[in-house]
């Protein structure tokens, strides 16, 4: 098949775009051009990289045409946010591609109803970025029930691989927790520790897209979260990183608010949200229906990360 990767080289294309060269594939790449895949594989060598700037073009409304006529059997989105863009994605592509890959996010969900999570409970998405792709992935099932368009829906956790920062135990970007806990000084907790964090590497995201791929008639018209096996609560997370360096953790724990004020300024936004989030997923629809086998756990996909940025000076423990 030809597939057309939408914004391929970040996070999860730098680990699906080479799976698919391998699957014999043959592969168009859309970004603006700006960066390069986090890591270097021979594959990339055989993509074909067509730059375009999807916010511009979607202003002029030549998004979808110009995707179109890129005459992919299959495109796979990691950039729409908006139930517009998609709906502009969608009537361009009616009747002209066999699967159209959209990636959401479990944020769609808000908070946990019955934790962990299962695809049809009900949804209350908490602010803007789950609110408007909650809509999006509304839009294109609606458009797969009543039209029969071949979409499918894949919601990753946080996104987790060695190159870029992980979501740490105090819920955000804050590199210093890791820090931190590897020279066991104090780490504040909110409450006592057991809100979570859903992690999944991103080549297991990689993997969730291939076989929903080659998994088509079992995976149109379908939602599937994307996560690690478990998601982590706080105060596990925190011990397992402090006994990475041969620590036990030094916590305390603090009120809800007064623990965000213990947060550094840029990362409370983050850490509000993902505290209030408290993501817990099951991926046992992906596992059934797709074959889904995540190979790293939340922990394995941090450590392999962590240990990356401190290998690459990034990080001083
Ligand atoms: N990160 C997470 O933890 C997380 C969690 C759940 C869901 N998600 C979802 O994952 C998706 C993002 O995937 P990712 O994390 O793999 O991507 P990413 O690392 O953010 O990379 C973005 C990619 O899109 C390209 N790009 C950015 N702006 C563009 C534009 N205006 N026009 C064309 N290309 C553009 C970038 O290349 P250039 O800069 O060269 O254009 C790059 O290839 C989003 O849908 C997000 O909601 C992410």
Known sequence: MRVLVIGGTGHVGTYLVPRL?????????????????????????????VKMDRQREEAAGSFGRNVRDLKADAVVDMLCFTPESARQLAEALR????????????WVHGYPVEPPVTEDQ???????????????????????????????????????????EPVSPTACHD????????RAEEVVLPNIGMETLH??????????????????SASVGEAFHVVSPSALTLRSYAEAVASWFGQKANLRFAPFEEWLETVPPDFRGSARAHVEHSSNFS????????????RYTSLE????????????GRLTV
């Open 95 to 106: 009747g002209h591609v066999r699967h159209l890959l959209h990636c959401g996010t479990i």
């Open 283 to 294: 991926c046992a629809k992906a596992m059934r229906l797709l074959g889904y086998s995540p």
């Open 122 to 164: 009900p949804r209350k998405p908490l602010e803007e970025y789950g609110i408007l792709k909650n809509e999006a992935e509304s839009y294109y099932l609606g458009q797969a029930q009543q039209r029969g368009f071949p979409v499918t829906c894949l919601n990753p956790g946080h996104i987790v691989g060695p190159g870029w």
């Open 21 to 49: 060269v391998r699957l014999g594939h043959e592969i168009i790449v859309v970004t603006r051009g700006q960066r390069e895949p986090y890591h270097a594989d021979p594959a990339w060598g055989a993509v074909r990289r």
């Open 199 to 216: 992690h999944v590497h991103a080549d297991d995201v990689a993997q969730a897209f291939e076989k929903a791929m080659t998994h088509w």
């Open 301 to 312: 996909a941090v450590r392999e990360s962590v240990n990356w940025l401190i290998e690459h």
């Open 175 to 182: 590199m210093q927790t890791f820090a931190k806990l590897a």
